[in-house]
Protein backbone atom coordinates (compact mmCIF):
# COMPACT_ATOMS: atom_id res chain seq x y z
CA UNK A 1 0.00 0.00 0.00
CA UNK A 2 1.36 3.80 -0.87
CA UNK A 3 1.10 6.17 1.39
CA UNK A 4 1.38 9.75 0.97
CA UNK A 5 1.50 13.10 2.73
CA UNK A 6 1.96 16.43 2.21
CA UNK A 7 3.07 19.38 4.01
CA UNK A 8 4.21 22.96 3.69
CA UNK A 9 1.23 24.88 2.93
CA UNK A 10 0.21 28.30 4.70
CA UNK A 11 -0.87 31.53 4.08
CA UNK A 12 1.44 34.34 1.89
CA UNK A 13 0.94 37.68 0.12
CA UNK A 14 0.75 37.94 -3.84
CA UNK A 15 3.82 37.74 -5.24
CA UNK A 16 5.64 35.57 -2.51
CA UNK A 17 6.66 32.03 -2.80
CA UNK A 18 5.94 28.58 -1.07
CA UNK A 19 7.23 24.90 -0.97
CA UNK A 20 5.21 21.84 -0.84
CA UNK A 21 6.31 18.94 0.21
CA UNK A 22 4.68 15.36 -0.30
CA UNK A 23 6.78 11.72 0.98
CA UNK A 24 5.41 8.41 -0.08
CA UNK A 25 6.45 5.82 2.10
CA UNK A 26 5.10 2.18 1.52
CA UNK A 27 5.38 -0.66 -1.34
CA UNK A 28 6.24 0.91 -4.68
CA UNK A 29 6.75 -0.27 -8.11
CA UNK A 30 9.11 0.13 -11.40
CA UNK A 31 7.14 2.96 -12.76
CA UNK A 32 5.35 5.62 -11.48
CA UNK A 33 3.63 9.17 -12.04
CA UNK A 34 3.80 11.85 -9.61
CA UNK A 35 1.26 14.56 -9.47
CA UNK A 36 0.35 18.01 -7.87
CA UNK A 37 -3.81 18.55 -7.88
CA UNK A 38 -5.62 21.55 -6.08
CA UNK A 39 -9.34 22.50 -5.52
CA UNK A 40 -10.70 25.83 -4.53
CA UNK A 41 -13.49 26.51 -3.11
CA UNK A 42 -16.67 26.28 -5.08
CA UNK A 43 -14.59 24.65 -8.00
CA UNK A 44 -13.46 21.27 -9.06
CA UNK A 45 -10.33 19.35 -8.66
CA UNK A 46 -7.88 20.69 -10.89
CA UNK A 47 -4.58 19.23 -12.29
CA UNK A 48 -1.36 21.59 -11.61
CA UNK A 49 1.83 19.42 -12.51
CA UNK A 50 2.96 15.92 -12.89
CA UNK A 51 6.34 14.45 -13.01
CA UNK A 52 7.29 10.99 -14.56
CA UNK A 53 9.15 7.88 -12.73
CA UNK A 54 10.85 4.71 -14.98
CA UNK A 55 12.77 2.05 -13.10
CA UNK A 56 11.60 2.38 -9.75
CA UNK A 57 13.93 5.86 -9.65
CA UNK A 58 13.18 8.44 -7.16
CA UNK A 59 14.65 11.39 -9.61
CA UNK A 60 14.27 12.56 -13.27
CA UNK A 61 11.42 12.02 -15.45
CA UNK A 62 9.39 14.32 -18.29
CA UNK A 63 7.22 16.69 -16.41
CA UNK A 64 3.95 18.88 -17.71
CA UNK A 65 2.17 21.85 -15.93
CA UNK A 66 -0.73 23.38 -16.47
CA UNK A 67 -1.03 26.85 -18.63
CA UNK A 68 -2.04 28.54 -15.27
CA UNK A 69 0.74 28.03 -13.48
CA UNK A 70 4.03 27.51 -16.42
CA UNK A 71 6.81 29.04 -15.80
CA UNK A 72 5.86 30.08 -11.98
CA UNK A 73 5.79 26.06 -10.67
CA UNK A 74 8.31 24.00 -10.72
CA UNK A 75 7.85 20.23 -10.14
CA UNK A 76 10.71 17.70 -8.70
CA UNK A 77 12.28 14.89 -7.05
CA UNK A 78 14.83 14.04 -3.97
CA UNK A 79 15.60 10.39 -4.87
CA UNK A 80 17.12 9.74 -1.26
CA UNK A 81 13.51 10.84 1.32
CA UNK A 82 11.20 9.21 -1.55
CA UNK A 83 9.53 13.23 -1.72
CA UNK A 84 7.86 15.06 -4.98
CA UNK A 85 8.03 18.96 -4.27
CA UNK A 86 5.93 21.80 -6.06
CA UNK A 87 7.81 25.44 -6.01
CA UNK A 88 5.29 27.94 -5.86
CA UNK A 89 6.67 31.87 -6.81
CA UNK A 90 5.39 34.67 -7.72
CA UNK A 91 1.67 33.30 -5.96
CA UNK A 92 -1.72 34.85 -7.19
CA UNK A 93 -4.66 34.76 -5.17
CA UNK A 94 -6.28 32.33 -7.39
CA UNK A 95 -3.58 29.69 -7.00
CA UNK A 96 -5.90 29.64 -3.48
CA UNK A 97 -6.54 25.87 -2.85
CA UNK A 98 -6.37 22.67 -0.81
CA UNK A 99 -3.39 21.09 -2.86
CA UNK A 100 -2.76 16.87 -3.06
CA UNK A 101 -0.55 15.02 -3.99
CA UNK A 102 -1.41 12.00 -5.79
CA UNK A 103 0.73 9.06 -7.48
CA UNK A 104 0.71 5.98 -9.79
CA UNK A 105 1.75 2.94 -11.29
CA UNK A 106 1.72 4.43 -14.72
CA UNK A 107 4.57 6.35 -16.29
CA UNK A 108 2.39 9.56 -16.75
CA UNK A 109 -0.52 10.83 -15.77
CA UNK A 110 -2.41 14.32 -16.31
CA UNK A 111 -6.08 13.57 -15.00
CA UNK A 112 -7.55 12.67 -11.57
CA UNK A 113 -8.54 9.67 -12.76
CA UNK A 114 -5.41 8.31 -13.85
CA UNK A 115 -4.11 8.68 -10.21
CA UNK A 116 -4.50 5.76 -7.39
CA UNK A 117 -3.04 7.16 -4.40
CA UNK A 118 -3.78 10.35 -2.66
CA UNK A 119 -2.69 12.32 0.38
CA UNK A 120 -5.18 14.04 2.41
CA UNK A 121 -3.87 17.74 0.81
CA UNK A 122 -2.34 20.74 2.66
CA UNK A 123 -3.83 24.53 2.45
CA UNK A 124 -2.49 27.24 0.41
CA UNK A 125 -3.80 30.87 0.99
CA UNK A 126 -2.62 34.02 -0.94
CA UNK A 127 -3.79 37.01 0.49
CA UNK A 128 -3.91 40.37 -1.66
Known amino acids: QVQLQESGGGLVQAGGSLSLSCTVS????????MGWFRQAPGKNREFVASISWSGGSWSGGSTIYADSVKGRFTISRDNAKNTVYLQMNSLKPEDTAVYYC????????????????WGQGTQVTVSS
Open 102 to 117: AADRRRFGTTDSEFSF
Open 26 to 33: GRTFSDYV
